[in-house]
């Protein structure tokens, strides 16, 4: 009945329209209601705690980074070095963006900001080459799912804080699987064109090469930055926040000189919005993760999987098939904030790995952004790119595919992902 109340509470809610952190809300209440607990001053302390979190410091600032490197020229040229290496190829630049993609994800960790960028410098360059436009988009948007992969990751930083797991470990943990899903995408893009008659640009002279990679070294040099400083403790995943976003608007000011003076407030406003929606859903959510622990909901759901609690795999298997649906009709975080607290005990339980069932849920939810018919970033590349929804998402279909199909072989083999977490966190 607990159950009942607080998923009825929720969809209703959201049925008639209201915004998912009021329905987070508006089902918190109801199961106050249920259980004999409404307190009003409950309620606001668990929303003030909810972002009241240093490690949460990391998701406005990652914002920013992401909002100053599309403003200030570094996503474009990194757009322009992988142009050099593999555009000449037939279906070139499905593989630019594919590179592309993989790049900025190491840059933002931003699924909705990766796909607004790709799609403004590359869709229009894949029309004109000849690619099938839906086809072109789908890529596009498929390649966005690695943002919340590849760290830094704002979808890692949210799950680490809400399930009390080390983020460092989730980004040294995430790299290799990013990169898989990237290598699907890769030879799923390469099996679909192979029949395409398209006419690729020129090979690039080496010395056009060396000027890419010579404008593009400051950019790149972030991420091995971040990661290194990571690697070897030289500060928290906040603070390479606040590093990513002090560097980014170094090189976009000093450097690229692409950001101007003029332009600062814009990028900061734009930042700072997009940073309040997060932070308010996750303030909103934290009343329900508190509400969801006195239910002992986390207890009930042992119960209904109780009969797969026996195989780790099937387990597994079943809480990815679970996040799969909920992912067609809830976008990413509020997914992690509600089912988070939800199945945290049920993977302990089952003595899963906390870091490797944090990694592929992360991955799940972040092929979720491309499942319709919620689909953020769908929306995104359809409003970016000037599409029609249904063209997008059936440009999709074989990428997506693609992706699901990697994340359950990991499921199947976890060396996939703790073998290499190992190897790198040391």
Same mark, same amino acid.
């Given at each position: 009945?607990?159950?009942?109340? @607080?998923?009825?509470?929720?969809?209703?809610?959201?049925?008639?329209?209201?915004?998912?952190?009021?329905?987070?809300?508006?089902?918190?209440?109801?199961?106050?209601?249920?259980?004999?607990?409404?307190?009003?001053?409950?309620?606001?302390?668990?929303?003030?705690?909810?972002?009241?979190? @240093?490690?949460?410091?990391?998701?406005?600032?990652?914002?920013?980074?992401?909002?100053?490197?599309?403003?200030?020229?570094?996503?474009?040229?990194?757009?322009?070095?992988?142009?050099?290496?593999?555009?000449?190829?037939?279906?070139?630049?499905?593989?630019?963006?594919?590179?592309?993609?993989?790049?900025?994800?190491?840059?933002s960790g931003s699924a909705v900001?990766?796909?607004?960028?790709?799609?403004?410098?590359?869709?229009?360059?894949?029309?004109?080459?000849?690619?099938?436009?839906?086809?072109?988009?789908?890529?596009?948007?498929?390649?966005?799912?690695?943002?919340?992969?590849?760290?830094?990751?704002?979808?890692?930083?949210? =799950?680490?804080?809400?399930?009390?797991?080390?983020?460092?470990r989730l980004f040294l943990a995430a790299i290799v699987p990013g990169l898989l899903i990237g290598g699907a995408l890769w030879f799923t893009w390469a099996w679909l064109v192979r029949r395409e008659k398209i006419v690729p640009p020129p090979r690039k002279s080496a010395r056009e090469i060396g000027q890419a990679a010579r404008e593009a070294f400051w950019?790149?040099?972030?991420?091995?930055?971040?990661?290194?400083?990571?690697?070897?403790?030289? =500060?928290?995943?906040?603070?390479?926040?606040?590093?990513?976003?002090?560097?980014?608007? @170094?090189?976009?000011?000093?450097?690229?000189?692409?950001?101007?003076?003029?332009?600062?407030?814009d990028v900061f406003v734009a930042a700072a919005k997009t940073s309040a929606i997060v932070m308010f859903l996750i303030a909103a959510a934290m009343v329900s993760a508190w509400l969801i622990t006195v239910a002992d909901l986390p207890g009930k759901v042992v119960g209904l999987l109780q009969p797969f609690m026996g195989s780790p795999i099937l387990l597994m298997v079943a809480i990815m098939v679970l996040v799969m649906v909920v992912g067609t009709a809830m976008d990413m975080?509020?997914?992690?904030?509600?089912?988070?607290?939800?199945?945290?005990?049920?993977?302990?339980?089952?003595?899963?790995?906390?870091?490797?069932?944090?990694?592929?849920?992360?991955?799940?939810?972040?092929?979720?952004?491309v499942t319709p018919p919620v689909g953020t970033v769908l929306n995104v590349v359809a409003g970016v790119g000037r599409m029609k929804m249904d063209d997008v998402t059936r440009g999709v279909v074989p990428f997506m595919v693609a992706e699901f199909a990697v994340m359950f072989l990991m499921v199947i083999f976890p060396q996939t992902v703790t073998w290499p977490a190992r190897l790198l966190h040391g």
């Open positions: 009945m607990t159950i009942l109340i @607080f998923v009825g509470s929720l969809l209703a809610a959201m049925a008639i329209g209201i915004p998912i952190a009021f329905a987070l809300l508006a089902s918190g209440v109801a199961l106050m209601w249920h259980l004999d607990l409404f307190d009003a001053q409950i309620l606001a302390q668990n929303l003030i705690g909810g972002a009241d979190s @240093f490690p949460l410091l990391a998701v406005p600032f990652f914002m920013l980074a992401g909002e100053i490197m599309n403003v200030g020229g570094l996503s474009r040229r990194i757009v322009g070095l992988a142009l050099s290496l593999v555009g000449h190829v037939k279906g070139g630049l499905g593989y630019v963006t594919i590179m592309a993609g993989c790049l900025l994800s190491a840059l900001a990766d796909a607004a960028a790709l799609t403004a410098l590359l869709l229009p360059m894949m029309v004109s080459a000849g690619h099938d436009k839906a086809r072109a988009g789908g890529l596009i948007a498929a390649v966005g799912v690695i943002g919340p992969v590849i760290p830094p990751s704002i979808g890692l930083v949210i =799950f680490g804080v809400a399930a009390n797991v080390s983020i460092s950019a790149l040099l972030l991420p091995l930055i971040i990661l290194v400083g990571l690697r070897m403790g030289v =500060f928290t995943p906040t603070e390479a926040a606040v590093v990513a976003a002090a560097y980014a608007l @170094f090189v976009a000011t000093v450097i690229y000189r692409e950001l101007k003076l003029s332009q600062l407030r975080t509020p997914t992690i904030l509600i089912l988070t607290p939800v199945l945290m005990p049920v993977v302990k339980a089952a003595g899963i790995d906390p870091v490797y069932f944090g990694v592929l849920f992360i991955i799940n939810n972040s092929i979720g952004l």
